[in-house]
């Protein structure tokens, strides 16, 4: 908290180009959300899908900064304060677990009807604000919202119109499964009339069980048409409700009961009166920005026949940040076409209309013929992405470059590819063009868009965010800054020496249009970068990059864009700093020439640069000369009495076989080495069983040694 207040002392120029310090891990942490679990029930504070434990967000009812939405006298407006709520991000009432899709609708979305409350004021004082957002925690949602049989949700007051439109509440599968839920509820209950009172409160309280799915909405349904039908008005208490309804079951008339079952189905005019349209997602553009990739799928693309890689992680729940991936392999093993196959599965087809691309080499030649002039069979390629919500995109492309899709899901998706180059001629400030932004991931040598202008003629408001994506990509350090002349010109202040960014170095200013540009994308979006989705492919991110900035730039851009999921390909091992364990995926060919993944790897967040490269990551047996190895390879691999090694060549084998200050790490080493070299000779996918073997040939070695038997 010291810090947070450290952070609103600084002058408004400063401040607003800063983010505070927040520790994400702190409500992240695994008994925080077991205790939410536990108070919602596992369920979404929003929606009530049912969670587990690794599928949701630790939530911020008042997001963490840029709140966005105010209401005035002529209603909803989209106004944005970038300092608010960041003074809440350790309060418990301010913490709801949601969904996946809940999080990403509802954002930074916060509009309230009066002047928002000054930093650090108590939570139980900030209602003075009215929101508009209905609270899980604190409001009613009774007096707010209602539901139909059909499983839609209506308003019955402005809060409750803001929330369903805010959180999409009518999206097409929470109506669906609510509509199934009230229809076997209401089956049940309409055989319940007359029956004792006893039998009825035990069918109503298994019915009603608070750990149900949707158990919230199926209770305003019955409040609703409860509250119109008997003499009472206004709603039990939470404990209440079972024994006030299976009373009412139990007594009530039939004139009564059958008014009550009839307004339950939506029968009563009354009821009726207000129509709801349910938003198809299929039509509803809004629903395709959100999502990330889960699986992506590839069949017959280029050289890859088929491979399935899943790219989700459960790590990054706890980090609050979006899963990334990087793909690693050797030339030709079919990592560009990896992300070229992403986001062909991925963008809209206006977007895939525009790209240049070579369609007729989409599908391997060498595969099929039809037996009589051996010519290719009109095979097509497959691709399907499959997102974390479980909705899936499959598209097929045939030679000539047609498609054909199922289940379409456009996401917003930027692509760089590795012959980008920084182009000189400035494009248009108003004007984002998408295809500009993923051409280079399919043309060589195609430049990114140069946004300067863009970044010069923004007003205060939108470049202050800017600045403060830029301080993370640019690792300026809190002395360090970024900030514009009053003629537009924009510049780094670092050592007390101002440099305009755009006359830095070529690898520098590719580095910071190819952000940029990630940047300006995001912002017109979303309005803001910490609570920006989408999806962003980069062909060998290390180019250009000094080592310094390669051990970075992946922490950097996670840090500057949390919510947006990177993938990207490196040949570089420094550029695997800021993964966890297991978002790094080895592709290798097999006997056969197919593109596998390895599984079973070392947990690379700990390991150097050097046993990077000397693992299953990159495969080099070791960083010596390539030539005094294969040398030792055919020494070691080949039979003694075939091989003839010259003298000097002997003896420098004999000192690299014996390192180690004790004989038993002599022989540690020595079967170290020996596994290494079987390893790179093998087709085994799974390297922990590769290395499992190693162990036990370690241990037999060394035991045998121990015995006396020797090597």
């Not at 920006?532 to 980069?538: E, K, Q, Y």
Request: charged fraction near 25%; aromatic fraction near 8%; charge should be neutral.
């Amino acid at each position: 908290m010291n810090l947070l207040r450290a952070h609103f002392d600084l002058p408004d120029e400063a401040r607003l180009s800063r983010r505070p310090h927040l520790d994400s891990r702190l409500w992240n942490q695994p008994s925080v959300r077991k205790a939410l679990l536990g108070v919602f029930e596992n369920k979404c504070g929003y929606c009530e899908s049912p969670l587990s434990s690794q599928d949701f967000a630790v939530h911020h009812h008042r997001p963490l900064m840029n709140a966005k939405g105010s209401v005035g006298s002529v209603g909803y407006e989209n106004t944005t304060s970038a300092d608010h709520y960041v003074w809440y991000a350790y309060e418990w009432n301010n913490l709801i677990p949601a969904c996946p899709v809940c999080a990403r609708f509802k954002a930074n979305q916060y509009p309230t009807t009066s002047k928002r409350v000054p930093p650090f004021t108590p939570w139980q004082d900030a209602e003075i604000e009215s929101p508009v957002l209905i609270d899980p925690c604190r409001d009613k949602p009774f007096e707010h919202i209602s539901f139909r049989f059909n499983g839609a949700c209506t308003h019955k007051t402005v809060r409750g119109r803001h929330t369903i439109e805010t959180l999409k509440l009518n999206r097409s599968h929470l109506v669906s499964q609510r509509s199934a839920y009230f229809s076997d509820l209401w089956a049940h209950l309409r055989q319940l009339h007359r029956e004792n009172y006893e039998t009825i409160h035990s069918v109503v309280e298994e019915r009603f069980n608070s750990r149900l799915a949707f158990v919230g909405a199926a209770k305003l349904w019955v409040l609703g048409a409860l509250t119109k039908t008997s003499i009472r008005k206004s709603p039990p208490s939470e404990g209440e409700f079972s024994s006030e309804l299976a009373g009412f079951i139990a007594e009530s008339s039939t004139a009564e009961w059958q008014a009550f079952i009839d307004r339950l189905a939506g029968i009563s005019p009354a009821l009726a009166e207000r129509n709801v349209t349910v938003r198809n997602p299929e039509t509803n553009p809004e629903k395709f920005h959100f999502s990330r990739i889960r699986v992506i799928e590839i069949e017959n693309f280029k050289g890859i026949r088929k491979l399935q890689i899943n790219l989700s992680h459960d790590a990054t729940q706890e980090r609050g940040i979006a899963p990334a991936a990087v793909l690693l392999g050797e030339n030709a093993v079919g990592k560009s076409s990896i992300l070229q196959a992403i986001a062909l599965g991925v963008m809209s087809p206006k977007l895939r209309s525009r790209i240049n691309f070579d369609w007729e080499a989409t599908l391997p030649r060498d595969t099929l013929t039809d037996g009589a002039d051996d010519r290719p069979l009109a095979l097509q390629s497959t691709i399907k992405v499959t997102f974390d919500d479980g909705e899936t995109s499959d598209i097929h492309i045939r030679r000539d470059g047609s498609f054909t899709s199922q289940n379409l899901r456009s996401s917003l998706i930027l692509g760089y590819g590795a012959h980008r180059s920084f182009q000189d001629e400035q494009s248009s400030f108003r004007i984002i063009r998408k295809s500009s932004s993923i051409a280079s991931l399919f043309e060589k040598n195609k430049p990114l868009p140069h946004s300067a202008t863009w970044l010069e003629l923004l007003d205060d408001g939108d470049f202050f965010p800017v600045a403060r994506a830029l301080r993370e990509i640019l690792n300026l350090d809190m002395s360090d800054e970024i900030y514009r002349l009053a003629s537009g010109e924009v510049l780094v202040r670092r050592h007390n020496e101002s440099i305009p960014v755009f006359r830095l170095s070529d690898g520098y200013r590719s580095l910071f249009a190819m952000s940029l540009d990630i940047i300006r994308n995001m912002l017109k979006e979303w309005g803001n970068l910490e609570d920006a989705r989408g999806i962003v492919l980069i062909d060998e991110i290390e180019l250009h990059l000094h080592p310094r900035w390669k051990m970075q730039i992946v922490s950097a851009l996670r840090r500057a864009m949390p919510q947006v999921q990177f993938i990207y390909t490196t040949h570089d091992p420094l550029c695997l700093r800021g993964m966890l364990d297991g978002e790094v995926h080895v592709l290798i060919r097999d006997d056969e020439g197919c593109v596998q993944e390895m599984t079973g790897l070392p947990d690379v967040t700990a390991m150097r640069a050097e046993q990077l490269l000397t693992s299953e990551y990159f495969g080099l047996a070791s960083t010596v000369e390539p030539e005094t190895m294969r040398k030792l390879d055919r020494i070691v691999l080949s039979d003694s009495r075939s091989t003839s090694p010259d003298a000097h060549f002997s003896e420098q084998m004999n000192a690299f076989s014996i390192i180690g200050d004790t004989p038993e790490k002599q022989v540690v080493n020595e079967a170290l080495r020996r596994h290494i070299i079987e390893q790179l000779r093998s087709d085994t996918l799974d390297r922990a069983a590769v290395r499992e073997d190693a162990v036990k040939l370690i241990l037999a070695r060394l035991r045998a040694d121990s015995n006396g038997v020797g090597l």
